[in-house]
């Protein structure tokens, strides 16, 4: 087990390039066992829950390929296994996202009720009762969803909120149903556009997704495709959070302004200056931080991926700024790791109020989930003297290469042997 150690105070500058979107490329995935044919995945981030999707896919029977460093193929030709085990899917809660594919192709499923990220309460409940509304019969039994239908039929689906994955997973169920399905309330995230894309590229006739409402007509098969993963949103914002902190000057090249209106809006409201540049957006700081009122909203409203990113850059701001979290009930764990380096953060239910530090003090810390992770690492480029965050592995799951590539704009960091981890 490794650890980041961290050198504050460096300015960050220079470019640096954007991976692929580990939330869009886990679906598409997914996806890969709506057909026999072989499918394509470029643009793919390496990364632990892309390792362990791939384990699952393969413990269902999936083939696969790597093409190079970053593309795939995979073969869903033959189906050897229905089950998504628990030991594979408790790790990472988009492994639950093979429900829809696997029933839909096959007509049977069984998935192992989801793990990953200690945030809160993120109930599967959506994605059964969607499933269900399209004719499966499901039942919950120890600790599995066990679905079954001989073909699902299409319907309209009311969502009690804009699920992410629940739209995800009921698109791809939806795409060889018979009939019309209408997804209302659907979630808009540019992942879920994604999805649709590599979906339609295999023959799937989805139309919508973007809006409130998707229309999926169900097709009698599907056939391979070649797809370009997206860029990752939330590795870009961290990237501009990292250049904001440090005070510095960054070209972030994959990053795209429509996908992060809402992170630009409030780092310019915090007195960050973020312009456009060939390819990605530049993002410099030469002023002091400002307060701000943040408040965490599905899209196009702004991320809760983003918001430990954004207290952490808030707690050296002067003044006192609130942050308001509606998506998770539990995801305000990082704070207490930032009050070990000096930060003011008082916490009542969904708000925190942040009172701006002259200057964070570096400390060992410890990641307690994926966002949280890169806000400790963001807090320690800021620091006095030496922070030291431990349980990386939460870093890996969603950021490849994150520690290379601030030392590569001027970062003092370094990843070594965690020789105290159990």
């Known amino acids: 087990m490794d650890k980041i150690v961290i050198q504050g105070g460096a300015r960050l500058s220079g470019e640096v390039a954007v991976s692929g979107s580990k939330n869009a490329a886990l679906p598409i995935m997914m996806a890969s066992v709506l057909t026999p044919e072989p499918v394509i995945i470029r643009n793919l981030p390496r990364l632990r829950d892309i390792t362990t999707a791939l384990t699952l896919l393969n413990h269902l029977g999936v083939e696969h390929r790597w093409i190079d460093d970053h593309a795939l193929e995979l073969c869903a030709a033959r189906i050897k296994s229905h089950e998504a085990p628990y030991d594979l ?44 509304s399209l004719g499966a019969r499901i039942q919950l039994r120890h600790g599995y969803v066990e679905a079954h239908a001989e073909r699902l039929v299409g319907t309209r689906i009311w969502m009690d909120n804009p699920s992410v994955g629940a739209t995800e997973n009921v698109i791809m169920a939806a795409a060889l149903a018979r009939g019309r399905t209408a997804l209302e309330n659907a979630a808009r995230e540019p992942e879920v556009q994604d999805l649709a894309r590599m979906l339609n590229a295999m023959g799937a006739r989805i139309s919508g997704a973007g809006n409130h409402v998707i229309e999926i007509e169900g097709v009698e098969r599907l056939h391979g495709a070649d797809h370009t993963v997206i860029n990752d949103r939330i590795e870009a914002g961290t ?8 005070g510095g000057d960054v070209v972030i090249r994959g990053a795209c302004a429509g996908e992060l209106e809402a992170t630009i809006a409030k780092l310019r409201e915090s007195g960050v200056e973020v312009a456009s540049a060939a390819g990605g957006l530049r993002v410099r700081r030469h002023n002091i931080i400002r307060p701000i009122e943040l408040r965490t909203l599905p899209y196009p409203g702004f991320p809760t991926d ?12 002067e003044g ?53 992770s890169s806000s400790l690492v963001l807090a320690g480029l800021a620091a006095e003297n030496t922070t030291e965050v431990q349980r990386v592995y939460h870093l890996d799951r969603g950021y490849e290469a994150l520690d290379s590539k601030l030392r590569a704009l001027g970062a003092r960091i370094e990843r070594v042997p965690d020789r105290g981890a159990s």
């Open 89 to 132: 899917v408790k790790t990472m809660r988009a492994s639950f996202f093979v429900l829809g594919p696997l029933l839909a192709r096959t007509g049977r499923a069984r998935v192992s009720t989801p793990g990953g990220c200690a945030i809160g309460a993120r109930p599967v409940n959506l994605h059964i009762r969607g499933i269900r």
């Open 239 to 246: 990237l501009m959070v990292a250049a904001a902190i440090t």
């Open 306 to 317: 983003l918001q430990a990113q954004m207290m952490a850059l808030l707690a050296n701001a």
């Open 320 to 372: 006192t700024s609130v942050i308001t979290e509606t998506i998770f009930e539990n995801r305000f764990m990082h704070a207490l790791e930032l009050l070990r380096m000096g930060a003011d953060i008082a916490m009542k239910g969904p708000t925190a109020v942040v009172r701006g530090v002259p200057r964070l003090s570096g400390a060992p810390v410890m990641a307690t989930d994926l966002r949280a």
